[in-house]
């Protein structure tokens, strides 16, 4: 690594080379997979049982959700041919693999909660201050005679 007066080396053009064509699992960035994870870990739930804590999601974005996590092999949807028709929804293998690796983000985002909130703050601060110099600075040039 370059010290302070150090140029840094390029970086190497192929160095996601080994990544291929397959997309990451964008499933662990979006707003409710984690929560799902949680719904689902203890077992095998029904939509509307999940729905409960997740009760500020529409229903669509949870359906669509969930056929996400099941298409991405995440979790398992299994309908039984019953009157009514039940549908329950299970972690799998690979689910709760991404289950603890949520779970050691959310240790990282509950240890390092403040320092984020702090960063964002200071980081909103500077835009408005961006913005107030750009408009001042228009302004100032719009009404020169």
Same mark, same amino acid.
């Given at each position: 690594?370059?010290?302070?007066? /150090?140029?840094?080396?390029?970086?190497? &053009?192929?160095?996601?080379?080994?990544?291929?064509?397959? &997309?990451? &699992?964008?499933?662990?960035?979006?707003?409710?997979?984690?929560?799902?994870?949680?719904?689902?870990?203890?077992?095998?739930?029904?939509?509307?049982?999940?729905?409960?804590?997740?009760?500020?999601?529409? &229903?669509?974005?949870?359906?669509?959700?969930?056929?996400?996590?099941?298409?991405?092999?995440?979790?398992?949807?299994?309908? *039984?041919?019953?009157?009514?028709?039940?549908?329950?929804?299970?972690?799998?293998?690979?689910?709760?693999?991404?289950?603890?690796?949520?779970?050691?983000?959310?240790?990282?985002?509950?240890?390092?909660? /403040?320092?984020?909130?702090?960063?964002?703050?200071? *980081? /909103?601060?500077?835009?408005? /201050?961006?913005?107030?110099?750009?408009?001042?600075?228009?302004?100032?040039?719009?009404?020169?005679?």
């Amino acid at each position: 690594m370059g010290g302070v007066n /150090e140029p840094l080396a390029p970086l190497d &053009p192929g160095m996601f080379a080994d990544c291929g064509g397959m &997309p990451g &699992p964008v499933r662990i960035g979006d707003k409710w997979t984690g929560r799902i994870l949680a719904c689902l870990e203890s077992g095998p739930r029904r939509f509307s049982e999940i729905h409960v804590p997740l009760r500020n999601v529409t &229903p669509k974005v949870l359906t669509e959700s969930l056929r996400a996590m099941e298409r991405d092999g995440i979790i398992t949807r299994t309908a *039984y041919p019953e009157i009514p028709p039940r549908v329950e929804y299970e972690l799998t293998d690979l689910g709760r693999r991404l289950y603890v690796l949520m779970q050691t983000c959310c240790g990282w985002t509950r240890q390092h909660g /403040e320092e984020i909130a702090a960063a964002r703050r200071a *980081y /909103e601060e500077r835009s408005r /201050e961006r913005r107030t110099a750009a408009s001042g600075t228009a302004g100032g040039a719009g009404h020169a005679a």
